[in-house]
């Protein structure tokens, strides 16, 4: 995800999208938290894009192992020194913020002091660019299908006897 070539990133973020449609975004979500732990910052960045637009698709019961466990690790990119992570990660957390309110700073836990502050104004500047109405039922997530994909086709009939017609 953190290739350096737009068409590839666009590329690799519509095959996670097309992912999510197969495999429980929870495991997705799981999957991508590991990104989020790579030296290269673009990776970061990115991973924690893809994690934030999972929430606002899936809500936040793909937040795995748990909601605060998940909101804690993306809080704490916050602080990098990389803008383009720490503004994913504030974006991230301003998507959560969006679905589930003031209780996200219960879930993030202690944050420095500055790191507080960046979070309140970007909640405070995306508060104003987004006009929140009642929040809308969040797509719940698709269970992944139990069903053979050779089951969908059509069989044909059972061959009729003959037998009888030859006579």
Do not use: W
């Amino acid at each position: 995800v953190g290739e350096s070539k737009d068409v590839v990133r666009k590329d690799v973020r519509a095959i996670l999208n097309k992912m999510c449609q197969v495999y429980p975004a929870s495991k997705m979500f799981n999957f991508i938290m590991e990104g989020i732990k790579s030296k290269n910052s673009k990776q970061r960045a990115e991973c924690l894009e893809e994690l934030g637009c999972l929430v606002e698709s899936y809500g936040m019961n793909v937040c795995q192992p748990t909601p605060a466990k998940a909101l804690k690790e993306i809080a704490v990119h916050i602080g990098d020194r990389g803008t383009t992570v720490r503004n994913a990660a504030l974006n991230t957390i301003v998507a959560v913020y969006n679905v589930h309110g003031e209780q996200v700073f219960k879930l993030i836990g202690n944050l420095s002091e500055k790191d507080l502050s960046m979070l309140k104004e970007r909640i405070k500047r995306a508060g104003k660019k987004q006009t929140v109405t009642a929040p809308a039922k969040q797509p719940e997530e698709k269970p992944q299908r139990a069903q053979n994909a050779n089951t969908s086709l059509q069989r044909k009939a059972p061959p009729e006897d003959m037998s009888s017609k030859l006579k």
